[in-house]
């Protein structure tokens, strides 16, 4: 352990208790600069101070580009609520955040506790004592509510308990702003609206379209659509798989490529969906992260048919590897995809309007593609990580004089 010193040498009021561990980031593989993974953008002055506890962490890559690489006054460790209670308490001056991401493992926790309410209770208590001794309490809120919540109702009731005691609510989205006021009756002051960064440099990107298709067997498709990540049903891709059987019956020559980890009953229903149709390739365990590309870079779409979303990581990733996007005009999608530019949008309330918006793209020429391809990489470098991990950090750092 070591005391926190500002540049100068000298100790400021909060940093001369806000003892900073060896951060386990160095354990970390470093991601490339293309990545925005930099400790440049977490200078914010010398009289601040933050040391950050997420939970949960997981093993995708978000995590580690929100936080970026830790630095002489900031760094983030991933910490439950119990552990950012004791670092707290070891420095009751202030400088520690507990971060809270994705709840699903909060309320399968409470459902398998015998007492939900009780579980959910206890958590926001610690919540409670946090903030009272001094530290901050962060939520993202990356979607309204589980995609396949066993209590939608209780739910809410939490996530509206939250965000009331959140010191910051931080969201990737006007329209995701708007319903953390809206929805959960947020104070304004309190929402923190920050861009969701891009993954250009995070993964192997070195295939050409030609080699992708090659290694799927597409050579003979006019149009390649693709669904890249983990099945579930509020994907959608039930709904995807008759679309693009519907317009090849019309004559399309239209292959969908559906890649990403599936359990038991979706293998079953993707089964029973696509039949013996040999236009839908399916690969239904996990991706790797050096064959994302393959699936990625065969497309000449990637289709994200959501029955509901609020943030989509999934788009930003099709972006970052040049691929436009085909979306329902629902959540922060029309925030990210315009319409003829990067990607192409319908109207989930239309019966037809997944396959119409499958057959303008079928339809597309050649240049028109190669010029969305260019607008949906565009798209993606002006996704900075930095544009969101500065102001959360300003945010939420210690100042002596506050």
Request: charge should be neutral; proline fraction near 5%; include cysteine.
């Amino acid at each position: 352990w070591g005391f926190l010193a500002a540049p100068s040498g000298r100790m400021t009021g909060c940093m001369r208790l806000l003892k900073f561990g060896k951060p386990a980031l160095a354990t970390v593989p470093d991601l490339p600069q293309t990545a925005d993974f930099s400790t440049e953008s977490t200078a914010f002055g010398a009289d601040g101070a933050l040391a950050v506890r997420y939970w949960p962490a997981y093993s995708n890559p978000y995590q580690r580009l929100f936080y970026g690489r830790a630095a002489d006054q900031y760094y983030a460790e991933p910490g439950d609520a119990e552990t950012a209670l004791s670092a707290v308490r070891a420095n009751p001056r202030g400088g520690i955040c507990f971060h809270i991401h994705w709840l699903n493992r909060l309320f399968r926790d409470a459902q398998q506790s015998g007492d939900p309410a009780e579980h959910l209770a206890a958590f926001l208590a610690i919540c409670g004592q946090i903030r009272a001794r001094g530290g901050k309490i962060a939520w993202t809120m990356h979607n309204l509510i589980e995609h396949e919540s066993i209590d939608e109702a209780a739910e809410r009731r939490f996530r509206s308990d939250l965000a009331q005691r959140a010191d910051t609510v931080i969201v990737h989205g006007d329209r995701a702003a708007h319903a953390a006021v809206a929805e959960f009756e947020t104070p304004q002051d309190r929402v923190l609206n920050v861009p969701h960064g891009s993954y250009i440099g995070v993964y192997p990107n070195s295939v050409t379209q030609t080699e992708a298709q090659r290694a799927l067997g597409l050579t003979d498709a006019e149009t390649v659509f693709a669904n890249v990540g983990q099945v579930r049903p509020y994907k959608g891709l039930n709904a995807l798989v008759r679309a693009v059987l519907t317009i090849n019956g019309e004559g399309a020559r239209a292959k969908l490529v559906i890649a990403g980890n599936a359990n038991a009953d979706q293998r079953a229903a993707l089964a029973e969906a696509t039949g013996a149709s040999r236009d839908i390739v399916t690969s239904l365990d996990r991706v790797p992260d050096d064959r994302l590309q393959i699936y990625l870079n065969a497309a000449d779409f990637i289709v994200l048919p959501y029955r509901a979303i609020l943030t989509s990581g999934s788009a930003i990733l099709a972006f970052s590897f040049a691929r436009p996007v085909i979306a329902p005009a629902i959540g922060a999608l029309p925030e990210l995809v315009q319409d003829g530019v990067n990607g192409l949008l319908y109207d989930p309330a239309d019966a037809e309007g997944l396959a119409n918006a499958l057959r303008r793209a079928a339809a597309t020429p050649a240049a028109t593609r190669a010029d969305m391809n260019a607008a949906a990489f565009r798209s993606a470098t002006q996704l900075r990580w930095r544009d969101a991990r500065l102001p959360f950090v300003r945010a939420l750092a210690c100042h002596p004089d506050s």
